[in-house]
């Protein structure tokens, strides 16, 4: 899952990205709204994590423009405003959820967890394609029933292919899903992911379109 963290304390940014990493997600910093906008008309996160004393604009500000956008990504508002009348303010512009500091990681990582479940249930909780079915709510993946075990950036790789089963995905799409910015890629990272899932899955299911990137094909 790709997270972008909206976070004006570098130290603290820094530390969050670094847990958020470890435990498998693909984290993007901004420390600032203006930037956050620029990069949101680009492309759209699956979770945006949203500290709301930003240096340019307060984060309601930020949160009201992007839900009027029609942006309806998940918002978990992570602040130093802990009153309740905040907390209300917050989820009544759109927020999904909110996490006040000083905050213990593990829990922010739980309720990231709990977004992720939701996008996937209200995406399509199950994908099949021929024998193998991907449950995007249980992070679970069967073949012929039988639970395959995959590593969590085969997993969101096989899911970035099945939820768009049909269409070709570039290798720069889906290092997009998989990694953050400026986090080192080697040059066939998501060659060896693919291998390892035609190794696991089946060796046809994932084409290779040459020259442009790979594809599912709808069953």
């Known amino acids: 899952m790709q997270i972008m963290l909206v976070e ?3 130290l ?13 997600f693909a984290v993007n910093w901004l420390s600032d709204g203006r930037s956050v906008q620029h990069s949101l008309v680009a492309e759209a996160p699956d979770v945006l994590v ?33 009153s309740t009348s905040d907390k209300v303010a917050g989820l009544d512009k759109g927020a999904d959820d909110y996490l006040a500091k000083p905050f213990d990681i593990q829990e922010l990582s739980a309720r990231l967890r709990a977004l992720e479940r939701r996008l996937g249930m ?15 709510a249980a992070h679970r993946v069967t073949v012929d029933g039988n639970e395959v075990p995959l590593s969590r ?33 080697g040059s066939n990272t998501v060659e060896v992911h693919i291998h390892n899932l035609r190794k ?15 594809t599912i094909r709808k069953s």
């Open 12 to 24: 603290l940014a820094d530390g969050i990205v670094r847990a958020l990493k470890r435990d498998g």
């Open 122 to 136: 209200e995406k399509q909780t199950e994908i099949r394609i021929g024998a193998v079915l991907l449950d995007t």
């Open 50 to 82: 949203l500290d709301l004393g930003l240096p340019d604009m307060d984060g309601l500000e930020l949160l009201a423009w992007l839900r009027s956008k029609g942006l309806q990504m998940p918002v978990l508002i992570l602040t130093a405003r802990d």
């Open 153 to 185: 950036r085969e997993f969101m790789l096989l899911k970035a292919l099945m939820e768009a089963a049909g269409s070709i995905q570039t290798r720069q799409a889906l290092e997009s899903k998989l990694y953050s910015w400026g986090e080192e890629v």
């Open 200 to 214: 696991k899955l089946a060796a046809d299911l994932i084409q290779t379109v040459r020259g442009i990137g790979y």
């Open 8 to 10: 004006d304390d570098a």
